[in-house]
Nanobody
Framework: QVQLIESGGGLVQAGGSLRLSCAAS????????MGWFRQAPGKEREFVAT????????YYAESVQGRFTIFRVNAKNTAYLQMNSLKPEDTAVYYC?????????????????WGQGTQVTVSS
């Protein structure tokens, strides 16, 4: 069992930066692929970024490539999403998720554990 708690969301102006954290409890964090997803009002949840168990492999949605960075510190049971050059269209609730498998995945259904979400609002 893994429990995930996101933090770091907030209100920021366009062009600004935020770092989201996802603190995990449970012994299996270091063996789990992790992902970040987001859901804007009236839209479906969409993939943002993912990382494999040891941080050696990552993958990003085209819309955030070059602006966002996903990384993890297994010794702290925490995954992060560094978001730079934020745009108003990045406004959404951001969720972190953990897989039972060690590899990364862009697919919603591959994730077993989800956090409660943290709001990110980017003003123009």
């Amino acid at each position: 069992q893994v429990q995930l708690i996101e933090s770091g969301g907030g209100l920021v102006q366009a062009g600004g930066s935020l770092r989201l954290s996802c603190a995990a409890s449970g012994r299996t964090f270091s063996n789990s692929g992790m992902g970040w997803f987001r859901q804007a009002p009236g839209k479906e949840r969409e993939f943002v970024a993912t990382i494999n168990w040891n941080g050696g492999s990552t993958y990003y949605a085209e819309s955030v490539q070059g602006r966002f960075t996903i990384f993890r510190v297994n010794a702290k049971n925490t995954a992060y999403l560094q978001m730079n050059s934020l745009k108003p269209e990045d406004t959404a609730v951001y969720y972190c998720a953990a897989r039972r498998g060690a590899s990364y995945s862009t697919r919603n259904n591959d994730y077993t554990y989800w956090g409660q979400g943290t709001q990110v609002t980017v003003s123009s």
